[in-house]
């Protein structure tokens, strides 16, 4: 099978990235889409507000009416920094039947040079590059080895990232809609990102 891996922080995972992986299985011809939710994200400055239970819970809610979804929990058992070489390097071992394509938005793909070891995992895995509002990919910044595995698709443009909803959440504002029913019960349950004071 071809699965897209859908890697992220989650925290909390909204409609814009259930809207990219669906862009992404539809236009890539994927038989399915993989989400895996980081322990600790290798490039972020920031620790995730929620922990890591907590955003697998919200990953595993808001795709389980979904057949051709799946969430996994290999990062979050691992543990430490996610790296992706590592994921990969596991799921082949463990699915070797299956092809392998990082599905990621047009911010992140300027980071691509500097994740763990790139030039093997571009060996294992590809990417599926998606366009996001605010940022024009520069496949012109890409060595060209990373270039030629990349796949680029489009989607309708989504302009809201987790950054906006923890914000929102924090100025007592309604994420309703910015994120799938049960996950917005979920947050509401477990008063996530309410406001605090060590920010
Ligand atoms: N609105 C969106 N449209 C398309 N892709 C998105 C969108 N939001 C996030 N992504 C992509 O989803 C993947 C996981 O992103 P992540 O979990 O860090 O979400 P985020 O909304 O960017 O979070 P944060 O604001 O906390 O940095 C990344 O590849 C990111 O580019
Ligand atoms: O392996 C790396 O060095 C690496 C560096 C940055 C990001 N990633 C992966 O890219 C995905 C999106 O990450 P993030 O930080 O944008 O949530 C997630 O699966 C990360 O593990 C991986």
């Known amino acids: 099978m071809k699965i897209g891996i859908m890697g992220g922080t ?28 980081t322990a600790d994200p290798p490039l972020k400055d920031r620790a995730p507000r929620a922990a890591a239970e907590q ?32 994921t990969v390097t596991e799921l082949r ?40 509002p605010e940022n024009t990919l520069q496949l012109d910044g890409l060595p060209s080895y990373l270039r030629e595995t990349l796949q680029l698709v489009r989607m309708p443009q989504i302009g809201i990232s987790s950054t906006e909803l923890r914000e929102r959440l924090a100025g007592g504002l309604s994420v309703r809609y910015l994120v799938t029913e049960p996950v917005f019960d979920y947050i509401r349950r477990h008063r996530l990102y309410g406001p605090r004071n060590d920010d």
Do not use: C
């Open 93 to 132: 071992k463990q699915y070797p039947g299956h092809t392998f394509s990082y599905i990621i938005g047009s911010d992140r793909m300027n980071d691509l040079p500097r994740w763990h070891r790139i030039g093997e995992l571009s060996k294992l895995a590809g990417f599926i590059g998606l366009e996001r």
């Open 10 to 37: 989650f925290d909390p995972i909204h409609i814009g990235h259930l809207i990219a992986a669906e862009s992404a299985r539809e236009q890539a011809g994927l038989d399915e889409v993989w989400f895996i939710p």
């Open 55 to 86: 955003r697998y819970e919200m990953v595993r809610l808001a795709v389980e009416s979904n057949s051709r979804f799946r969430v996994l929990d290999i990062e979050k058992k691992r543990g430490g920094v996610s790296y992706s070489i590592d």
